[in-house]
């Protein structure tokens, strides 16, 4: 099969490669970037576990080509945090224990990325249907709408100026 | 600092947020081998010839390999899962048992649709798998049986023809005089009840990465496992060489409910096949291939006949059930055996005579999805009180409250063994409070107004509720090892991994308040063979409590060491040296200590002064063994809506009153109360493996089988009972299955009574709109409301 070179900015930086033409957009960002971050539950563009943004818009990546992301733009979970400090949605996803096995994390928070940034004060149920592309066997949604309802009041909030410097650490304080 | 018992935030969020979570397809070998597996497409079968030279010969591929170039390296082998019951059981049932075996590739034929017949290895994922669809086998299709009573019947196929028949297990559990208590019934009621083929689907698949290690002539295997131990303990015997030279190791995993603490045959395959090329070979799941070979769930039906006094008083049960095993019965009696030691339930039944028969079907194997045989108990005897009240026509929630056992008959025996032998005393819990609660907590009153007031037409309304028992924290064993290293850091290893169970976070909690240290200085090692050689894997509600009070006798052994140590440093008694915030130092005198590292560097071989009272090091290996389960306990209720006309349900509220005695970190339990729901809202709302009668699985995608998505979830509310448990010194009792067992039963019953207001009946799930249409068709109930309602 005759090979093709495609060019994308992926996380903020140009690559150059060399794939096959049947080379799923997941496979070339795994296997061919080393992005293990964007993961692959289904082989029907069921479950969103592999969903990343594509010139801004959540796309499941195992639904693509990688010939198709030619001279575009592609965003992945490990392109999220910024200087060790994460983005408000993963921030979020902590402060609501909104993971457990953390799998469909990385797909679930890209999914919910375009959507929190262009919508200010979302309610639950344009939440879940915002997130209905993507599968959780293990937390059943609730903390996972809180954790995008608590990121989209952050990042449309009056002080935020980029990802903010979250402190990790586990506390018994909280 | 207390923080033990506190919903601190969890330790292992930050890697799997920003993408460096280490789940096995991410982990990274340099020039490894890619393996596809070429599986049955029949569900019985005669292998002929299997012709893999044109695979052999395609670009990339490196290997093929058969049961015939196998040869003795594909066994079978004994079941690495299959362990029969305890002793103090099998002396009491007398089960009738059928060791099982496994091959790493289909030999002589196949016994379901999926089953591994050969694997192709080749330097591309994508190459191995053109070569995989070049494999040509020649079969010689045999007579399927997908029904286990057809089964069980003589003259069914038979799945082992030197069994001569298809019962892989056969039991039989008493308590009292059952026939008596028949004969003296004023009713007696009898109810078919089956809970349908469901399976656990984790988002991540399964996986399997083997590395040869040519200095040791062992291997290293990552696998997406819930139990790593056992996996090593049945690679042992598959490869030949000592244990302690396979290191099995489950990273990051992403989810299990079950499905990953089997050993596969693909486990099995694919280090031997690394170890025959002395290659790295990795393997990846598809979820194609999950639906027809990682092991399904529940698929019970049950005959019952309960008997009662004309109140509802139970006098007595009989139940006879199938459970239909598919293909191997791969874990003996877990399943069958939970059955019949949770069936009695929360319940007061003073006579029982409950058979089980576990039988073979050419379907892919049935085994241990969280709850494992209590779904399927629960659903059964919640199911015969519903048939109970609507004979008595007795309120359903009321029937159940007049059988409930209360507070102060506790601890009550239940008169039948539990399945480690032990006699089924349970252990304390509000049993009636926490129906009340549930019940009290849905607000019906306001609920049910709309309907009563005429504001809903064509919908009716109905409400269910299900209590359930569970034993948690089944032995044999667990054991930490707790190192305190001279930077002050502490490390417990332990053997079970997680899936998700937040085992660094509430592991670290429990640690940290017994040895008196910060929570960010504890690490957590698990899932590791080589860390800790032993381990009985996450499963089975089982890790808080074993594993947990494990962490806390070695950390209270080491908590005196570290007196003992500290006392010897700074001159005073033992019991003058107090922990504090990962600091020794003298009671009342708190300037006078320092930190643990620091200690632990005074009293380090070869560095340090060796106190011989104390042995080199501030190290403790220690370990729990629980006396038997302890048993959770909880109720779930809901209330329903049925559209008459499309035949949907709408959940309006769902209400989980729990008890699983002291609470590590309520964060983290709510979290595993809320997807247990989840889960078990799937097996009541939408999620029902069909097989055709040709063994040909007909719903075997994410496109076909439907999961809880985010927009199908119901407002759901969950309450804390803590009833500490006198089983072990923490107090807790396990919780991880909990949140799945009685969800059917409580939306079942929900709807039924919303149905029955038409005069329709309905007991199984899922209640799909076509069930619940049928169901209004088969009463005539259908068209009336709607036309009322024009």
């Not at chain 1, 080509?65 to 910024?82: K, P, Y």
């Not at chain 2, 289909?106 to 999926?114: E, I, L």
């Not at chain 2, 050969?118 to 994922?125: E, R, S």
């Not at chain 2, 629980?626 to 959940?651: F, L, Q, R």
């Amino acid at each position: 099969m005759a090979e093709v070179t495609i060019r994308v900015e992926v996380n903020g930086r140009d690559h150059e490669a060399v794939v096959e033409p049947r080379l799923l957009l997941v496979h070339f960002l795994r296997d061919v970037l080393g992005l293990t971050g964007t993961h692959i539950g289904c082989d029907t563009t069921s479950c969103g576990t592999c969903t990343i943004t594509l010139d801004g818009r959540a796309v499941k990546s195992c639904t693509m080509f990688a010939v198709q992301v030619d001279g575009r733009s592609i965003r992945t979970i490990e392109g999220l945090a910024t200087d060790g400090r994460l983005h408000p949605l993963q921030e979020a996803f902590h402060e609501e224990h909104g993971l457990q096995c953390g799998f469909c994390t990385p797909g679930m928070i890209m999914a919910a990325l375009p959507f929190v940034e262009s919508n200010a004060e979302p309610n639950d149920d344009e939440i879940r249907t915002a997130i209905s592309g993507n599968l959780c066997r293990c937390t059943g949604y609730a903390n996972i709408v809180r954790s995008i309802s608590r990121a989209a009041s952050t990042m449309h909030g009056p002080s935020y100026a980029g990802p903010t410097a979250s402190a990790l650490e586990p506390s018994a304080r909280d | 600092m207390p923080v033990f018992g506190v919903p601190v935030k969890r330790v292992e969020d930050r890697r799997l947020l920003v993408g460096d979570g280490e789940y096995v397809d991410d982990v990274r070998q340099a020039g490894a081998l890619h393996v596809a597996v070429v599986r049955s497409v029949y569900a019985h079968a005669r292998i002929g010839e299997v012709r893999t030279a044109a695979a052999a010969a395609m670009p990339g591929v490196v290997a093929v390999e058969t049961a015939r170039s196998l040869g003795p390296l594909n066994g079978p082998f004994p079941h690495p899962t299959w362990f029969p019951p305890a002793k103090a059981l099998q002396d009491i049932i007398h089960p009738k048992l059928r060791p099982e075996v496994i091959r790493l590739l289909a030999d002589d034929k196949v016994r379901y649709v999926g089953e591994p017949v050969a694997i192709v290895v080749a330097t591309d994922p994508y190459l191995a798998d053109d070569a995989a669809r070049a494999v040509e086998v020649d079969y010689e299709t045999l007579p399927v049986v997908v029904d286990p009573e057809r089964a069980a019947e003589p003259g069914s196929p038979l799945l082992n023809d030197d069994w001569g028949d298809n019962l892989a297990a056969h039991f039989v559990v008493d308590k009292g005089d059952v026939e008596a208590a028949f004969e003296r019934a004023d009713r007696i009621v009898r109810q078919r009840i089956h809970l349908p083929r469901s399976t656990p689907t984790p988002i991540e698949n399964r996986g399997v990465v083997a590395v040869p290690d040519r200095r040791s002539g062992g291997v290293t295997v990552w696998s997406a496992s819930q139990q790593p131990h056992w996996l090593r303990d049945g690679l042992e015997r598959v490869l030949g060489i000592p244990g302690d030279l396979i290191r099995v190791v489950a990273p990051d995993v992403g989810g299990g409910f079950g499905i990953k603490s089997m050993v596969y045959p693909e486990e099995l395959i694919v280090p031997t096949v690394a170890l025959r090329l002395d290659r790295t070979i990795r393997w990846t799941d598809t979820r194609s291939e999950n639906f027809v070979a990682a092991t399904h769930a529940r698929d019970q039906i049950h005959d019952l006949e309960i008997a009662l006094r004309a109140d509802g008083t139970i006098l007595g049960l009989r139940d006879r059930y199938f459970v239909d095993a598919g293909a191997s019965n791969v874990e003996c009696l877990v399943c069958p055996y939970n059955t019949a030691a949770h069936l009695p339930g929360a319940y007061r039944i003073p006579a029982m005579r409950l058979e089980c028969l576990t039988v073979l079907t050419n379907k892919t194997p049935n085994a241990a999805a969280r709850g494992a045989g209590r779904p399927e108990a629960v659903f059964a005897m919640e199911g015969i009180l519903d048939a109970a009240a609507d004979a008595l026509e007795l309120d359903r929630v009321e029937l159940r409250r007049r059988n409930t056992l209360r507070a102060d008959e506790m601890p009550y025996d239940q008169g039948i063994p539990y399945r480690d032998g032990v006699p089924e005393i349970l252990d304390g819990g509000d049993y009636t409070a926490c129906l009340d609660d549930a019940i009290a907590a849905l607000d019906l009153g306001a609920l049910r107004r709309p309907y009563e007031e005429g504001a809903r037409p064509g919908r009716l309304f109905g409400v269910g509720a299900a209590s359930y028992i569970e034993g948690t924290g089944v032995g044999p064993y667990e054991s930490a090892l707790i190192r305190i290293q001279p930077s002050g850091r502490v490390i417990v290893t332990v053997g079970p991994p997680s899936q998700g169970q937040s085992h660094e976070t509430t592991f670290a909690q429990i640690c940290a308040e017994e040895l008196g240290v910060r929570l960010e200085d504890v690490r957590i090692v698990q899932g590791d063979t080589l860390a800790l050689p032993w381990g009985g894997g996450t499963i089975a509600s089982r890790t808080a409590v074993v594993v947990g009070n494990a962490i806390a006798a070695a950390s209270r052994g080491l908590r005196e060491k570290v007196l003992r140590a500290a006392a010897d440093l700074l001159e005073v008694a033992p019991g003058d040296v107090r922990i504090e915030d990962g600091r020794v130092s003298v009671v009342g005198s708190p300037s006078v200590g320092m930190p643990l590292g620091q200690l632990a560097a005074r009293v380090a071989p070869g560095i340090g002064r060796l106190n011989e009272a104390i042995g080199p090091g501030l190290d403790e290996y220690d370990g729990f063994q629980p006396p038997t389960v302890t048993y959770a306990n909880g109720v779930h209720a809901c209330a329903v809506e049925v559209d008459v006309e499309t035949g949907s349900v709408e959940i309006l509220k769902y209400v989980v009153v729990h008890d699983c005695g002291r609470l590590i970190n309520p964060m983290v339990v709510e979290g595993q109360i809320m997807g247990g729901v989840t889960q078990g809202l799937g097996m009541a709302l939408f999620e029902e493996l069909v097989y055709d009668d040709d063994g040909q699985l007909l719903n075997g995608s994410l496109m076909d089988y439907g999961i809880p998505r985010a927009t199908d979830m119901p407002p759901i509310e969950v309450h804390h009972r803590e009833t500490p448990s006198d089983r072990n010194p923490l107090g807790i009792k396990g919780v991880g299955e909990a949140g799945a067992i009685p969800v059917p039963a409580a939306v079942i019953s929900a709807v039924g009574a919303a149905l029955r207001t038409v005069g329709a009946e309905l007991r199984t799930v899922p209640v799909t709109p076509a069930r619940v249409l049928d169901a209004l068709d088969a009463a005539s109930a259908r068209t009336q409301p709607v036309e009322a309602r024009a």
